[in-house]
């Protein structure tokens, strides 16, 4: 990013100095752990890790750093898939941690809102929210590390967009700090505020590019009581969206997720995953998992789920499916879905994809996107799981049978990534449906993108952090020269 520069010494100075032992360091012992992006493949370096323990010390930071035209990167769980929390290689740019903020602040199950600070991780505000009889209605494989902060900033999805939508849909209020160092003040949830542009919604899915957000008020629904979980085996993509539409027929919203798993992806978890086990007798081809849920009084949500399967079953559209007995089995039927990721980050290095296009039109794009790909690349192994229900899926490219991955990646994965993103735009579809654009999908997002988005992108940036400290690099050039750089 041009005009930006290295931290002074003197800035150093001001920065520890304010911020005590506990929010900064230098210690390449404790910095360099967080300058590597989740899927080893950028790396960074930065000139300190600051761990602000409140919204005023990140306001501090922000004033500092627009002063003197410092690069600022936010960084949460560090669990990005676009390399969007990892700093640039050249060691100028300054990381900002949100970890120590982790503090829910209330739960108020009377209004259905949790307040928790930017650092608070998926997991924990899962188990406060069930402590208090209520439910975050929001999850993805990385909760463990995943912040409320990241999540915001990505516009996360998950599990359970089909019935409860993107991070958009649960943020009711937001505090956060502009980069000149101003601080929102908009925690109160107040469900109607027709006062103009939205600055919510304008920092959610920012990716840290237009300011820091340091706490959220979040929305939270009523604990389900009662949850069905089921594993079904066919033979295509179109019969898993035509059985989704049967059990909306049959059990209204009850159902949350609806999960693709091909064949080639849960043979990845039985190999690398311990203690995994096939669900179904047979190898189906392509396999969906079924969660719905029910409150505590209403139609136990397992009853209308067999049955509908049992029909789907008859007619033809099923195979085979099983449906949990025990939370223990249900369980068991999520760890082979949310251990993909992990099976194939241990399988070797892939070229990975997060596309979308209109729900109706995924499973015919799944299978010409695989023919086109495997056709240009001979040899390669493409596989498409996920959020099938919201028109989503992780169309992932992986090397031929015999090549050194690392080798291939290298050599080809650019040239796979630029094919796969052309092909989904030439149908119509997003580059990024849930992870964003980071570092990755900068170049393709900026070469594909409508010309008036990125127009109004960078007007919205240039506004708010003119000196362009927040981010740099991730999601937009500041200014349309930067692209050609
Ligand atoms: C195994 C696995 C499965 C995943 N599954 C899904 C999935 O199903 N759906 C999905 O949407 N994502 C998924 N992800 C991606 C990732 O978990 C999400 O993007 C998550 O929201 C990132 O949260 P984080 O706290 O780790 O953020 P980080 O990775 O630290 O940061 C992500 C981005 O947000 C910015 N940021 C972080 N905190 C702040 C803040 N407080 N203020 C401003 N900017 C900030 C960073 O600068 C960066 O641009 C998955 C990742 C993994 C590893």
Redesign the pocket.
């Known amino acids: 990013m041009t005009g930006l520069r290295f931290p002074t010494p003197d800035l150093l100075t001001r920065l520890a100095d304010r911020l005590g032992p506990r929010g900064f360091t230098t210690d390449p012992d404790l910095v360099d752990t967080w300058t590597t992006d989740?899927r080893d493949r950028v790396h960074g370096r930065a000139a300190a890790l600051l761990s602000p323990a409140n919204a005023e010390e990140v306001a501090f930071v922000l004033r500092e750093a627009s002063a003197a035209h410092v690069g600022i990167?936010?960084?949460?769980?560090?669990?990005?898939?676009v390399a969007?929390?990892t700093p640039s290689a050249d060691g100028s740019q300054l990381l900002l941690s949100?970890r120590r903020m982790n503090r829910i602040r209330r739960i108020a199950p009377q209004d259905n809102i949790a307040e928790a600070e930017?650092g608070v991780i998926l997991a924990d505000l899962h188990a406060a929210a069930e402590d208090a009889g209520r439910r975050f209605p929001l999850s993805?494989?990385?909760k463990g590390?995943?912040?409320v902060?990241?999540?915001i900033?990505?516009n996360?999805?998950?599990?359970q967009v089909l019935r409860f939508g993107t991070m958009r849909a649960l943020v009711l209020g937001l505090e956060a700090v502009l980069p000149d160092g101003s601080i929102v003040e908009g925690l109160t949830a107040l469900r109607k505020d027709n006062r103009g542009y939205d600055l919510r919604q304008l920092l959610i899915g920012a990716?840290?590019t237009l300011g820091?957000?340091t706490a959220a008020s979040l929305k939270l629904v009523p604990a389900a009581a009662q949850r069905a979980v089921a594993w079904v085996g066919l033979e295509a993509p179109e019969q898993a969206l035509a059985i989704l539409r049967r059990l909306e027929q049959a059990t209204g919203e009850a159902v949350e997720s609806f999960e693709l798993v091909p064949a080639d992806a849960l043979d990845l978890v039985l190999r690398h995953i311990p203690d995994m086990r096939a669900p179904l007798e047979r190898r189906w081809p392509w396999n969906v998992l079924i969660e719905a849920t029910a409150l505590a009084d209403a139609p136990p949500p397992d009853e209308a789920l067999g049955l509908a399967l049992a029909t789907a079953i008859e007619d033809g559209l099923a195979g085979d499916a099983t449906l949990a007995a025990s939370e223990t089995q249900a369980e068991a039927l999520w760890a082979l879905r949310e251990n993909i990721?992990?099976a194939e980050r241990i399988d070797g290095m892939a070229a990975k994809h997060d596309v979308a296009v209109p729900v109706a039109a995924m499973p015919g794009f799944m299978g010409r996107a695989r023919a086109a790909v495997e056709a240009r690349f001979p040899g390669v192994r493409a596989l498409a799981f996920g959020h099938l229900g919201d028109g989503n899926v992780h169309f992932n490219v992986r090397a031929p049978a015999d090549a050194d991955d690392r080798a291939w990646f290298k050599a080809d994965g650019s040239a796979v990534t630029r094919f796969v993103h052309d092909f989904v735009a030439a149908e119509g579809g997003t580059l990024s449906a849930?992870?964003?654009i980071?570092q990755t999908k900068l170049a393709d997002f900026i070469r594909l993108a409508e010309p008036t988005r990125l127009h109004a992108m960078r007007a919205i940036k240039q506004a708010l952090d003119p000196a362009g400290i927040m981010?740099p690099g991730?999601l937009l050039p500041l200014a349309e020269a930067d692209a050609a750089q």
């Not at 960084?75 to 990005?80: E, L, M, T, V």
């Open positions: 989740w990167v936010p960084q949460g769980g560090n669990s990005s898939m969007g929390a949100l930017a993805l494989a990385a590390s995943a912040t902060g990241g999540l900033s990505t996360a999805g998950g599990t990716e840290g820091v957000v990721s992990e849930e992870h964003g980071g981010n991730k």
